[in-house]
């Protein structure tokens, strides 16, 4: 497989105060790829660095044949102002924006597209719901339904599965798996240890600096898990992760 994506000896921050020191490697065409780490490891400012967001302060980040418009990002559920007057058919018709431009008109064939977006997302019939009375399940799913019609190579995910019920999580998983099946390549930032090593074949193990990256079996390493942890309590006594192996960790803390 080839590289869609590059990392050359990266580093990024905020304010020049690194949180991702000098990582190397790739994420390959249709791999399917976790990150994980403790609390405050660098996950999601990883994710903004790929998107073109944050731009490097050491390295370089290479887009191999893809621009970052072929790029489809879901931020942490907990980023989404809620209170926008917007109703579901809006927010989802957001995911048109690259094919429409951001205020370009929704066409014929873009309202089979939204319908067939939120059947498969288990959302028919709540087109017209103002998305301040959705569950925290409903909005991801409105969500999930975006990136449907964003129709991206690559597709970005952080926290995607937090904070929402056990039957959304599978059919939102059944997705992610569908994604990559179509040989998109998918890289979802999470907690839960014991999904990683249920659903994703290659995992990228954080902790500021990275501690393994490959397939995750070998990455998830109780060494490597243990070092992890370690090198998060020399920089933060207070950085608890989601680990189902042990058992004083806290679920759902943010990246």
Excluded: C
């Amino acid at each position: 497989m080839s590289a869609v994506i590059r990392l050359d000896d990266l580093t990024l921050g905020y304010d020049g105060h690194p949180a991702v020191h000098h990582l190397h490697g790739a994420f390959e065409t249709g791999s399917l790829t976790a990150i994980v780490g403790p609390n405050g490891s660098g996950k999601s400012t990883l994710l903004k660095g790929i998107t073109g967001a944050l731009k490097p302060l050491g390295g370089r980040i290479e887009h191999a044949g893809i621009s970052v418009r072929e790029i489809a990002y879901l931020p942490q559920i907990a980023e989404i102002d809620r209170t926008f007057p917007a109703v579901v058919s809006d927010l989802v018709s957001l995911g048109f924006w690259k094919s429409r431009g951001l205020f370009g008109a929704i066409r014929g064939d873009d309202r089979q597209a939204l319908d067939e977006a939120l059947q498969a997302v288990g959302l028919r019939g709540f087109e017209q719901r103002p998305i301040d009375t959705l569950s925290g399940g409903q909005l991801q799913r409105a969500l999930f339904a975006r990136v449907l019609l964003q129709d991206a190579r690559v597709i970005l995910l952080d926290e995607p599965f937090t904070a929402i019920d056990e039957r959304t999580v599978g059919d939102l998983i059944a997705l992610v798996q569908h994604w990559h099946n179509e040989r998109r390549t998918v890289i979802a930032v999470l907690h839960d240890v014991e999904m990683v090593r249920r659903v994703f074949p290659q995992t990228l193990l954080l902790a500021r600096e990275p501690i393994a990256w490959g397939a995750t079996s070998e990455t998830l390493h109780p060494e490597n898990l243990l070092k992890a942890r370690r090198m998060t309590e020399a920089w933060d006594e207070h950085a608890p992760w989601h680990d189902h192996a042990a058992k004083h960790h806290h679920h759902g803390d943010a990246a």
